[in-house]
């Protein structure tokens, strides 16, 4: 993997305190931080796909989504006087009369993601996303990530955009050619939802099974996990969604938008009633993890009012989850990572969620305002 490209996520909620955390931490773990996009994206030219039998409305290729960089994060990282790079420019633009202080500004590239389906070749991005999934416990990875990579009708990869799709130059074999090329290199998040029951026969599902009834203390609460994770399984999907700190948050609801309406799609564009049935979920799943203050503050900052918060969320959609699940609970982390300093009072914690599919538009719809204002 490059170096510098790819770094776990810092921990960071969506509370004025806590997002600051992700512009410090990139600033100081990164030397070409990514800067955020704006939320608006703009489609490029994709292949002609065959017309579906329903009204329901499509959006644009996965490999047509894009996004430009906003100049808030500049401002943010203390370059405003320095203009954007792309990445096919190289040194720094900024006005030598900076002297001493431009040497100490942090370059800015500009970067394109896209949404591409999962395929084989992502396996090495993918299994680094997930290598902390389930704590320091060991289960089969690799067949958990070989389920995720081999459903390609309901999931979605995050990579850079390569300069044929920007460009819209290249017949669509090049651009395979292309991107299988970079794979490994530009893959910055995914999400996918699979079905508990459909695939309760593989062992990394029953790995998966066994290590969260084991963490799971409260007798009620396993009780009702026992019972999605057994009874329910075939109408249970298990919602995975990772990416690293330089993902743009504003496509945070577009990631979940392009889940969502896959998993409707499938429903009726499947081949089998099986397959169809499959995704018809009626509970999402999730395995995230949380902040947790390790003793109560004794006094706040007078700086911030949001130093003593009580939960930290390192996904801000977390939050949101958490506060329309039908019940979670939390459990140490074994494996927890050196904290930041802005951290040292927090503990990492493993959270389990279970959510209703019929929360899901109004889930939507929060994160959506949320990352709107």
């Not at 292309?178 to 893959?187: A, I, Y």
């Not at 593989?202 to 066994?210: G, R």
């Not at 969620?353 to 939507?364: C, E, G, L, N, S």
Request: charged letters at 30%; a negative charge.
């Amino acid at each position: 993997m490059p170096g510098g490209r790819k770094l776990p996520a810092p921990f960071a909620g969506f509370s004025p305190f806590a997002r600051s955390l992700i512009f410090s931490a990139a600033a100081s773990s990164c030397p070409k931080p990514f800067p955020l996009p704006d939320a608006s994206t703009s489609a490029a030219d994709a292949d002609a796909e065959t017309p579906r039998q329903d009204d329901m409305p499509r959006p644009p290729s996965k490999r047509a989504k894009r996004t430009e960089p906003s100049s808030d994060e500049v401002e943010d990282h203390g370059s405003s006087g320095s203009e954007e790079e792309s990445f096919s420019t190289s040194g720094s633009d900024s006005d030598s009369d900076d002297g001493e202080e431009s040497s100490e500004e942090l370059e800015t590239v500009q970067a394109d993601f896209a949404f591409f389906d999962p395929k084989p070749s992502d396996f090495h991005g993918v299994r680094l996303l997930l290598k902390t999934y389930l704590d320091s416990k060991p289960w089969d990875l690799t067949g958990f990530v070989d389920l995720i990579l081999a459903q390609t009708t309901v999931g979605t990869v995050v990579k850079l955009a390569d300069d044929d799709d920007e460009e819209g130059e290249g017949n669509g074999a090049e651009k395979a050619n292309s991107s299988n090329n970079t794979d490994d290199d530009d893959l910055f998040g995914l999400i996918s939802v699979l079905n508990l029951g459909r695939y309760a026969e593989q062992k990394c599902i029953k790995d998966l099974k066994e290590y969260l009834l084991a963490v799971c203390a409260d007798k009620g609460t396993n009780k009702q996990l026992r019972y999605l994770l057994e009874e329910r399984a075939s109408s249970v999907g298990l919602l995975v969604c990772r990416r690293f700190v330089n993902f743009p948050y504003e496509l945070v609801p577009k990631l979940y938008d392009a889940l969502f309406d896959e998993v409707s799609w499938a429903t009726e564009d499947e081949p089998t009633k099986e397959l169809r049935g499959s995704f018809r979920f009626k509970h999402y799943l999730l395995v995230v993890r949380m902040l947790e203050r390790k003793t109560p503050a004794k006094h706040k900052s007078k700086k911030s009012k949001d130093d003593d918060e009580p939960v930290i969320y390192p996904k801000l959609e977390d939050e949101i989850l958490h506060e329309l699940s039908s019940w979670s609970f939390t459990f140490p982390i074994r494996s927890e990572q050196a904290a930041q300093q802005e951290m040292k009072n927090y503990k990492e914690m493993g959270l389990v969620m279970a959510i209703k599919a019929d929360a899901v538009p109004k889930f939507r719809k929060k994160l959506e305002d949320l990352v709107s204002e």
